[in-house]
């Protein structure tokens, strides 16, 4: 190959691959822009996803507290709370209503595991978590876990981690 056809076939292959590549990509993007205008996103962030209540006597009742926020632009739906241990119990505090007591599955009524909230975007929940050893009475680091589910496709399910130290 000469020097000019050489060229000639870099100057074409350049050509063809801005005449495919950037009409796809502007228009993949003006329809990602409007899709997400007109139906928005649920966005959870968290406070923290675990707590140290740290020191505690097995008569003790110690309650750590998370916050919930929806930064995203779209209401963020918050459901199926539950406990790992019947020992444990969580209550959620929206801007507009108190949750029923959650605790493990098989402890719950049928409308207490189904309830279900939203909070609206800039919202924010607080989410306490209260851990009563005496109910199930275990000594040395102890762990708890408290579960919901979310309608943010980042956080579909989301684990909260108590630990404490039971003396
Ligand atoms: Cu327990």
Same mark, same amino acid.
């Given at each position: 190959? &000469?020097?000019?056809?050489? &060229? ?9 691959? /801005? ?12 329809? %990602? ?6 139906? %928005? ?7 923290? $996803?675990?707590?140290?209540? @740290?020191?505690? @006597?097995?008569?003790?009742?110690? !309650?750590?507290?998370? $916050?919930?926020?929806?930064? @995203? ?9 539950? &406990?790992?241990?019947?020992? &444990? ?27 279900? *909230? ?7 929940? $607080? ?19 408290? !579960?919901?589910? *979310? ?10 981690? /108590? ?5």
């Amino acid at each position: 190959m &000469t020097r000019i056809t050489a &060229t000639i076939v870099v100057i074409v292959l350049a050509a063809t691959a /801005i005449v495919w590549l950037w009409p796809r990509s502007e228009s993949e993007k003006v329809q %990602g822009q409007s899709t997400q205008n007109e139906s %928005g996103q649920p966005r959870l962030e968290l406070s923290a $996803t675990s707590a140290d209540l @740290g020191e505690m @006597g097995v008569q003790d009742e110690k !309650t750590a507290t998370f $916050t919930l926020k929806n930064t @995203g632009t779209k209401a963020l739906e918050l459901k199926q709370f539950s &406990t790992s241990c019947n020992c &444990t119990f969580a209550q959620l505090k929206t801007p507009s209503q108190t949750s029923p007591m959650f605790n493990m599955m098989m402890h719950m009524s049928a409308a207490d595991m189904n309830w279900k *909230t939203e909070l609206n975007p800039g919202e924010e929940a $607080t989410l306490s978590v209260i851990y009563k050893p005496s109910l199930m009475p275990v000594y040395g680091p102890v762990q708890r876990f408290v !579960t919901f589910e *979310t309608d943010d496709p980042e956080h579909k399910k989301v684990e909260l981690t /108590i630990n404490a130290q039971v003396k």
